[in-house]
């Protein structure tokens, strides 16, 4: 879990590196994790271009896609993903799709998240990842691609990469053996950077009268939210390997390619 000192690509890690029992890891230069990519630049920025990224996986919705559209490496493959697809569809845009607007309209973030109710939102929004079709959908079509022979180097995102992108690390991490200690630490590792990405917006929403700890449930993650998902993957398949086998209809094949590509042995 590295992060990578990219300039035009925010929050960008590799999960390479991931210490996992029986003094295993994960294989570095194979599944990165970011931000939008709506200003990667390759040909400026030698960080990327020296990942020889050949898939991209897009968790946003439509909405997040036109106003900030990917810019892929050359030749890179673009899966598009859109996990909160059905939530969109019922009418609702969950602020994991809406955080830059959230933050400029603190009057509007206040009297949706404000209290408190920003961390019970995103707890929905979490078990909406286990529970929706296209959350399902999207996460099947990921890990299928994952296990795909001539996928990887492969790069998942989202806007700020830290929920829906936090998630499909969460799985990843899971099924390849890491404690829950390490995912918890993984998932975590994204705050500061996140942080930093969103420091001018945060920084505006206050002065504008918005509270603090508002902004923050809106920007970062904590426990709380990850634990919400797995309560549920808990509750509903009593295990992440029974999650991945029978909610998202992953194969134990494919499980195999992804263990044997991605795990380096002791």
Same mark, same amino acid.
């Given at each position: 879990?590295?992060?990578?000192?990219?300039?035009?690509?925010?929050?960008?890690?590799?999960?390479?590196?991931?210490?996992?029992?029986?003094?295993?890891?994960?294989?570095?230069?194979?599944?990165?994790?970011?931000?939008?990519?709506?200003?990667?630049?390759?040909?400026?920025?030698?960080?990327?271009?020296?990942?020889?990224?050949?898939?991209?996986?897009?968790?946003?919705?439509?909405?997040?896609?036109?106003?900030?559209?990917?810019?892929?490496?050359?030749?890179?493959?673009?899966?598009?993903?859109?996990?909160?697809?059905?939530?969109?569809?019922?009418?609702?845009?969950?602020?994991?799709?809406?955080?830059?607007?959230?933050?400029?309209?603190?009057?509007?973030?206040?009297?949706?998240?404000?209290?408190?109710?920003?961390?019970?939102?995103?707890?929905?929004?979490?078990?909406?990842?286990?529970?929706?079709?296209?959350?399902?959908?999207?996460?099947?079509?990921?890990?299928?691609?994952?296990?795909?022979?001539?996928?990887?180097?492969?790069?998942?995102?989202?806007?700020?990469?830290?929920?829906?992108?936090?998630?499909?690390?969460?799985?990843?991490? +899971? =099924?390849? /053996?890491?404690? #829950? $200690? %390490?995912?918890?630490?993984?998932?975590?590792? !994204?705050?500061?950077?996140?942080? @930093? &990405?969103?420091?001018?917006?945060?920084?505006?929403? +206050? =002065?504008? /009268?918005?509270? #603090? $700890? %508002?902004?923050?449930?809106?920007?970062?993650? !904590?426990?709380?939210?990850?634990? @919400? &998902?797995?309560?549920?993957?808990?509750?509903?398949?009593?295990?992440?390997?029974?999650?991945?086998?029978?909610?998202?209809?992953?194969?134990?094949?494919?499980?195999?390619?992804?263990?044997?590509?991605?795990?380096?042995?002791?």
């Amino acid at each position: 879990m590295n992060a990578i000192p990219s300039t035009t690509v925010a929050n960008l890690r590799d999960l390479g590196g991931t210490p996992l029992p029986g003094g295993r890891s994960v294989r570095s230069g194979l599944l990165f994790r970011s931000g939008h990519l709506d200003r990667m630049d390759a040909a400026s920025d030698p960080a990327v271009a020296a990942l020889g990224i050949r898939t991209v996986v897009d968790f946003r919705t439509r909405a997040e896609r036109e106003a900030r559209p990917d810019r892929l490496p050359e030749g890179g493959r673009l899966l598009l993903a859109d996990v909160l697809a059905d939530q969109v569809a019922a009418g609702r845009m969950p602020a994991a799709a809406r955080l830059r607007r959230l933050l400029t309209d603190p009057a509007v973030a206040e009297r949706e998240l404000g209290g408190g109710r920003g961390r019970e939102m995103f707890g929905d929004i979490y078990r909406g990842f286990v529970t929706t079709d296209s959350a399902r959908s999207s996460y099947r079509a990921f890990l299928n691609e994952v296990a795909e022979p001539d996928a990887c180097p492969l790069l998942f995102h989202c806007t700020a990469g830290k929920d829906r992108t936090g998630w499909a690390a969460t799985i990843v991490l +899971t =099924l390849l /053996g890491a404690t #829950p $200690e %390490t995912v918890e630490a993984e998932y975590m590792s !994204v705050n500061m950077a996140v942080r @930093a &990405a969103f420091a001018p917006l945060v920084e505006g929403y +206050t =002065l504008q /009268g918005g509270q #603090p $700890e %508002t902004a923050l449930s809106i920007i970062g993650v !904590v426990p709380d939210y990850l634990a @919400a &998902a797995l309560d549920e993957v808990d509750a509903r398949y009593g295990s992440m390997e029974k999650y991945v086998r029978e909610g998202l209809g992953v194969t134990q094949a494919a499980l195999d390619r992804i263990r044997g590509r991605l795990v380096v042995p002791a």
